[in-house]
């Protein structure tokens, strides 16, 4: 008996089933997709760095860097000592003063060295006897004594020898070449350069680590972890979702995309008609006959096999008359797999809008016998038939309303070892767990009437899948 939800009709619409599972598919081949992709391997790389130990000690290190515990500190405050000093100061300052420059230009001169030499002979004990002489005035050593006296009483001069025996310039002599000045020109040169001033406004800044290549790695890292795509794969990527998906694999489909059935796929005959007799059937219980192409039509992703008032004749059979020709009043038309594929266990699937339910268009499995057979749906009497014929004769079977019929339902049947189960838009009608079928099944869609119909029938077929488990 079908479920209670199938009587009520409390069912998931075939729109909302059909877009759902594309959803879920788009979503599914998306995340197979994001696997591979830039984007989530730069997440992982950065993620692995961030979370590191190195990168965060590094963190830690750039953070707890103090300047005054830095090389760059001590050699500044070293430089800045230094410039202080009295004796550099000074030297500095005697170096860009007008007094070195007057002394420099003297220094060395004829008239130093005049003024030198004339000292010198005065200063001599010589000299001084000489002055003492009635002879001196006039003579030549008076002249001098006279040049002597004038420069002596020279700015210029005086000046000089000031200069000369200053302290001042004994500092400049003292501290010029020196290593020490040397020293404050190195220090001074360095930190002048930029390297220093720029590692120097990076040790004294308290967003320093802001300004690393570590600081834009992580922002790049928080950034990405808050992408909607990185959200959404972390999400997905180890819940249960797809898994319906993932543990299935298609082994058979038909869209009906084309604009003719696929004759590598289909057999438009029944399958021992065509292997054996070579030619079309059909039961001599039924009033129609199977046609090769006249009573199928594909439009819009859709076949339609039409089962319509149309007189025939055609090979009918029967078990005890075997083959004989009879007169047909309707003609229909079948498809089957039987030579192209067959299978054990699976999930078999169609969208289908049944037609008429006093007609009869069936969607069914068989083997190599007429038995076992199973309807995964069929109509007639006015009803919607789901049945299994086993070998020894039984029909277990079940049925729900007619409504069924008028649009378009997913009907499955979930195959295992241990279980046939009927459904329709993913709610269970019949549920087997006897005599389950052993052997691949190949599937048949066809349309027919066992009864007198007024007008043409059609049976519209979206699509077939059959999935079976991953291993």
Avoid at 99 to 126: H, P, W
Avoid at 259 to 268: A, G, H, P, Y
Avoid at 313 to 340: C, R, V
Avoid at 346 to 370: C, H, M, Q, T, Y
């Amino acid at each position: 008996m079908a479920s209670i939800k199938l009587l009520l009709g409390l069912i998931p619409s075939t729109e909302k089933i059909e877009q759902e599972e594309k959803a879920l598919t788009a979503e599914y081949e998306k995340l197979k997709s994001f696997v591979e992709s830039e984007k989530l391997a730069k997440y992982n790389e950065l993620h692995e760095l961030v979370n590191s130990a190195g990168f965060q000690e590094k963190k830690k290190e750039i953070e707890n860097l103090s300047y005054k515990n830095s090389e760059e500190y001590l050699k500044e405050k070293e430089f800045l000592s230094l410039k202080k000093s009295k004796d550099i100061v000074m030297y500095f300052r005697t170096l860009e003063s007008s007094a070195l420059k007057r002394f420099r230009d003297l220094d060395g001169s004829e008239k130093i060295k005049k003024y030198e030499e004339l000292k010198q002979l005065v200063s001599g004990s010589g000299f001084k006897e000489r002055m003492k002489s009635k002879d001196f005035e006039g003579s030549e050593d008076s002249k001098k004594l006279a040049e002597f006296r004038q420069m002596d009483s020279s700015v210029e001069i005086r000046e000089y020898f000031k200069f000369k025996n200053s302290k001042e310039y004994a500092n400049f002599l003292n501290i010029d070449g020196s290593t020490r000045l040397n020293r404050f020109n190195e220090l001074k040169e360095y930190t002048g350069t930029k390297e220093f001033l720029e590692r120097k406004a990076f040790l004294t800044d308290k967003k320093r680590f802001e300004k690393t290549e570590e600081f834009k790695k992580l922002q790049e890292y928080i950034t990405l972890k808050k992408d909607p795509d990185i959200i959404w794969f972390f999400k997905v990527k180890d819940s249960n979702k797809f898994d319906v998906l993932k543990n299935r694999e298609l082994v058979f489909s038909d869209e009906f995309e084309g604009d003719k059935i696929d004759n590598k796929k289909w057999l438009t005959n029944y399958y021992w008609g065509e292997k054996l007799l070579h030619d079309r059937y059909s039961l001599d219980s039924d009033l129609h006959f199977y046609t090769e192409k006249d009573n199928f039509e594909i439009r819009h992703s859709y076949l339609k096999i039409n089962t319509k008032p149309q007189k025939i004749t055609g090979k009918a059979w029967s078990p005890e008359k075997g083959f004989t020709n009879k007169e047909f009043e309707y003609t229909s038309g079948l498809i089957n797999t039987g030579a192209s594929f067959r299978q054990k266990y699976g999930i078999f699937s169609a969208k289908i809008k049944l037609g008429d339910p006093g007609a009869r268009n069936s969607f069914w499995l068989v083997g190599e016998k007429i038995t076992p057979h199973i309807n995964i749906c069929t109509t007639g009497n006015g009803k919607i038939w789901f049945s299994l014929f086993t070998p020894d004769g039984k029909q277990l079977k079940s049925k729900t309303g007619a409504k069924y019929a008028g649009n378009s339902y997913i009907f499955t049947l979930e195959w295992t070892a241990s279980s046939l189960i009927w459904k329709i838009n993913g709610v269970e009608a019949f549920r087997i767990t006897e005599n389950v079928p052993q052997e691949p099944m190949y599937i048949n869609l066809a349309g027919g009437v066992t009864k007198p119909i007024s007008r043409m029938t059609s049976m519209e077929i979206d699509w077939v899948r059959v999935y079976v488990p991953k291993n």
